[in-house]
């Protein structure tokens, strides 16, 4: 037996509704961006790319020269440096990049 028009518009609209509800909540929830170390590192390698052999040595040879131990100490790994250094706080840097 087939349910009256108004009772299953009634019902669809609840499922529609639900339905946004759930994409909403799951759209609007803080979460971290997975993606930019990939983006930073893809960025840098693209940055690369056209430097000369001699300026891509001395920007090797800073990168080899830094102390931390945050990235590793070539480009693409380097790119994500600041992240790196908000994740892990140093110096309060969570609440310096919130201002």
């Known amino acids: ?20 509800l759930a994409m909403a909540t799951t759209i609007v929830q803080p979460r971290p961006a997975l993606a930019w170390d990939d983006g930073h590192k893809a960025l840098a390698l693209i940055a690369q790319a056209p430097l000369d052999a001699e300026v891509r040595k001395r ?27 908000r994740d892990a706080n140093i110096n309060g840097a969570r609440q310096k990049m919130r201002q």
């Open 59 to 85: 920007v090797n040879a800073l990168l080899a020269a830094d102390t931390d131990s945050l990235t590793p100490h070539e480009i693409a790994g380097a790119a994500p440096w600041t992240d790196k250094v």
């Open 1 to 20: 037996m087939e349910k009256p028009t108004t009772e299953r518009q009634a019902m669809k609209l609840i499922v529609a509704g639900t339905l946004a």
